[in-house]
């Protein structure tokens, strides 16, 4: 198991979405093992609202994402659910509404956020940790979209991310097959960053968010911002934004204590300011 911190954890969706906060790290866990944390409704709201909670907490500097047990990351949208919500059209147009609004908080996150990936990461799980800024997997996963293999059509943000982080032909290898591929081939096509052996998985991502938290809350929000214009049509590009955030870093307090920090040789307290 992995020695996720459960200590004061607040709780969504029946207790299917928690999430906590220690030392600037917040930490949201998907918590239906026994459904190998496959995404209902209930969960996908549980999560923007974990995402709100933590963007407005001064506190977090760095988001975790992570599913219970040891199983599965996110094993896709609850496939139950399907029949009552998502059986034709315009049923299927109301239920994207209601979770991409969620995935759509993901996608413009202030904050740098962390996937933490075990088992199964499939259909949704993937698009949840392909909205999130950089993945962290086990030995142990298996990744796919198997969308094609329930006749649905997995979306244009979904497919955008995809594609960007694998490139053409294994999006379609993957869209048209259905297939999973496991860590290796993963992080091999560039679907995620690092693989560590399953035990170490807890600790390499926790190392990567506590190096991320001590760094300059405003130059990772420089970074961010600049990466994610780099992502759009350049006629849609927001330069004023990369502009203005440079502004903000050059002008910060945070600039002055890191230049300090490195003439007197000691660490640096960045306060996001
Ligand atoms: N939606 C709803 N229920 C799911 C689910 C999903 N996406 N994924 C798993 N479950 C449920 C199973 O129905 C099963 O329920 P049961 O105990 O009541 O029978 C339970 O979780 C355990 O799953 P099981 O298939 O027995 O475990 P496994 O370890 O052998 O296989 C998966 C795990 C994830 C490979 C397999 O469950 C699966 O293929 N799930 C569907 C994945 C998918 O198509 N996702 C895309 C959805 S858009």
Redesign the pocket.
């Known amino acids: 198991m992995l020695d996720i911190p459960n200590s004061a954890e607040t709780s969504h969706a029946d207790g299917k979405i928690l999430h906590s906060v220690r030392d600037g790290v917040g930490v949201i866990t998907f918590n239906n093992p026994?459904?190998?944390n496959?995404m209902s409704l209930e969960m996908w709201e549980g999560l923007g609202l974990a995402l709100v909670e933590l963007r407005d907490n001064p506190e977090v500097r760095v988001v975790i994402l992570v599913g219970a047990g040891d199983?599965?990351f996110v094993?896709?949208?609850?496939?139950?659910q399907f029949e009552k919500t998502r059986h034709n059209a315009a049923a299927s147009e109301e239920y994207s509404k209601r979770s991409e609004a969620q995935r759509a908080l993901l996608a413009s996150y202030p904050k740098p956020t962390i996937a933490c990936i075990r088992g199964?990461c499939?259909?949704?799980g993937m698009q949840v940790a392909m909205l999130a800024d950089i993945r962290i997997a086990s030995d142990t996963c298996q990744f796919g979209i198997?969308?094609a293999?329930?006749g649905?059509a997995y979306g244009y943000e979904g497919l955008k991310h995809l594609v960007s982080l694998v490139g053409l032909s294994w999006a379609r290898l993957l869209m048209y097959t259905g297939m999973r591929i496991d860590s290796g081939e993963a992080v091999r096509i560039g679907l995620v960053d690092r693989v560590v052996p399953d035990t170490e998985l807890w600790d390499a991502t926790l190392e990567i968010a506590r190096i991320i938290s001590g760094n300059a809350p405003l130059a990772i929000q420089a970074a961010k911002i600049t990466i994610a214009q780099v992502l759009k049509d350049p006629d849609r590009r927001d330069m004023d934004a990369i502009r203005d955030i440079g502004t903000a870093c050059m002008d910060s307090e945070d600039f002055r204590e890191g230049r300090q920090a490195f003439m007197e040789k000691r660490k640096p307290q960045f306060k996001g300011r």
């Open positions: 026994d459904k190998r496959a199983k599965a094993s896709g949208a609850d496939i139950s199964f499939l259909g949704g198997p969308a293999k329930l649905i």
